[in-house]
């Protein structure tokens, strides 16, 4: 059974920080890693997608990397910004899609 | 472009009701779910669809019915409520795995806050 951890649970920095969330799965075998971002009462919205053949993908000041072989991607946010505040959540797919716990990420002006 | 439409977005029942949460895509995405997601478990797979007349279950589907007649459409019913129900229900769709939508991101609904008494 595939699970999927995120660490921390929770982290604060200050504005302008650069940060890393991580994202750890036991089952190699998937199709594709997603990084998603959730404001407090809302859905999910996806940031990026990770093919299995991928190592990274880049949207803006975001950046995350797949090493498929450990079972482990990261999620890089450059120069953060209290607009960044949210919780982000990994999840890995292959014929369903197993989330992680997330990540409640606070950026102080 | 509508994406994933979950209603109604608040309900709350007694124990012991039954009710249909409704879900509808227009992406023409072979794949449906339905998720659960409590506080500090993240979210968890009740039921799955890789396409119209097929469901599965996921990790926990005790108390949940699916029926998928269209590929549009994906209703998750709780038969009799119990307070363990109570959680917020998001509904998602993508392309299947393999298939010509594959690179595509999974997309959520809104979500549904269901309160059981």
């Known amino acids: 059974k595939q699970e999927v951890t995120q660490i921390p649970a929770a982290l604060s920095v200050p504005e302008g920080e650069n940060l890393v969330l991580n994202c750890s799965f036991t089952d190699s075998a998937i199709y594709n890693l997603q990084w998603f971002r959730q404001d407090p009462g809302k859905g999910l919205t996806s940031l990026l997608l990770i093919q299995s053949s991928q190592r990274e993908q880049t949207s803006g000041r975001l950046n995350a990397s797949l090493d498929k072989s450990s079972g482990r991607s990261t999620l890089y946010i450059a120069a953060s910004q209290p607009g960044d505040s949210a919780t982000y959540l990994c999840a890995v797919s292959n014929n369903d899609m197993r989330f992680g716990a997330g990540t409640r990420l606070t950026v102080k002006p | 472009n509508a994406g994933v439409t979950q209603t109604p977005k608040f309900q709350v029942l007694k124990t012991g009701q039954s009710m249909t949460l409704q879900c509808a895509q227009d992406?023409?995405?072979?794949?449906m779910s339905w998720y659960r997601q409590d506080p500090g478990m993240g979210l968890r797979l009740i039921h799955y669809?890789?396409?119209?007349?097929?469901?599965d279950q996921g990790e926990v589907p005790n108390g949940y019915n699916v029926s998928r007649s269209t590929t549009e459409d994906f209703p998750l019913r709780l038969l009799s409520a119990a307070p363990s129900q109570t959680s917020v229900y998001f509904c998602?769709?993508?392309?299947?795995?393999?298939?010509?939508?594959?690179?595509?991101?999974?997309?959520f609904g809104d979500g549904t806050r269901l309160s059981i008494l």
């Open positions: 992406m023409n995405h072979e794949y």
């Open positions: 669809s890789v396409g119209a007349g097929i469901t």
């Open positions: 998602a769709s993508r392309g299947l795995t393999g298939g010509p939508n594959s690179n595509q991101p999974q997309h």
